[in-house]
């Protein structure tokens, strides 16, 4: 399943600096997309998620940027904080049972 | 906050033999999910159940695996003959609402030898 899909395998960012995650789609009729961040041992721990109908959606530090006709989402975590060093997982879905998941970016927050 | 529990976290079993992972979604949860991550892979969805009856599967999904809701609180997984390709991460989630407000349990790390 390649419809969603994540290029940067991992990410490197000074804490308090911005980290932008980036999420390209090719199915056009994906109308909802989420951010999953996921520790070891545990399980993806939602994080926001963006309709398609809208561009962007903010909660805290994070937000989601949508960007339809280039079919690219991204998150951004401002500031970022040792606590966010984690896997992050762009996934979507059509409306119906099931996500497709991106192959996840890991991020390292440095001290 | 309401959790999604697997248990066992870990399970070896030996080729061959059936093995039973268990979920136990969240309470006023309609839908429910497995989804699984073989090692360095994408987490990819299995099974979608809803009203007691599957509701959508992948090719994933073939006829050794089966779910069930045996009692109205416990959702499982069996695989009835393992296979050594399916040692991966299993997780089982739960939403409300179909296809969003996924809530996913810690995993089953299920090792086949």
């Known amino acids: 399943d390649q419809q969603v899909k994540q290029n940067s395998p991992s990410l490197s960012v000074q804490e308090g600096r911005i980290s932008i995650l980036n999420c390209d789609y090719t199915?056009?009729?994906?109308?909802?997309f989420l951010w999953y961040k996921k520790y070891p041992a545990e399980g993806p721990t939602f994080l926001i998620s963006?309709?398609?109908?809208?561009d962007k959606n903010e909660d805290g530090r994070f937000t989601v940027f949508l960007n339809k006709s280039a079919k690219h989402l991204s998150l951004h975590i401002v500031p970022s904080q040792p606590g966010d060093s984690a896997v992050y997982f762009c996934a979507a879905s059509r409306n119906d049972y099931k996500l497709s998941f991106g192959a996840g970016t890991t991020v390292t927050v440095r001290a | 906050e309401p959790e999604v529990t697997q248990t066992p976290s870990h399970q070896v079993t030996q080729m061959g033999q059936e093995v039973i992972l268990r979920c136990v979604p969240i309470s006023n949860h309609l839908y429910f999910y497995w989804y699984r991550q073989i090692l360095g892979q994408k987490v990819e969805f299995l099974v979608s159940?809803?009203?007691?009856?599957?509701?959508?599967k992948s090719e994933i999904f073939d006829d050794q695996f089966s779910v069930e809701r045996p009692d109205g609180s416990n959702f499982t997984l069996k695989i009835r003959s393992t296979k050594l390709e399916d040692s991966a991460m299993y997780f089982c989630?739960?939403?409300?609402?179909?296809?969003?407000?996924?809530?996913f349990g810690s995993g089953t790390r299920l090792t086949v030898v």
């Open positions: 199915n056009s009729m994906f109308d909802y």
């Open positions: 989630a739960s939403s409300r609402i179909r296809g969003v407000g996924y809530t």
């Open positions: 159940f809803y009203n007691n009856e599957i509701s959508e």
């Open positions: 963006i309709s398609s109908i809208k």
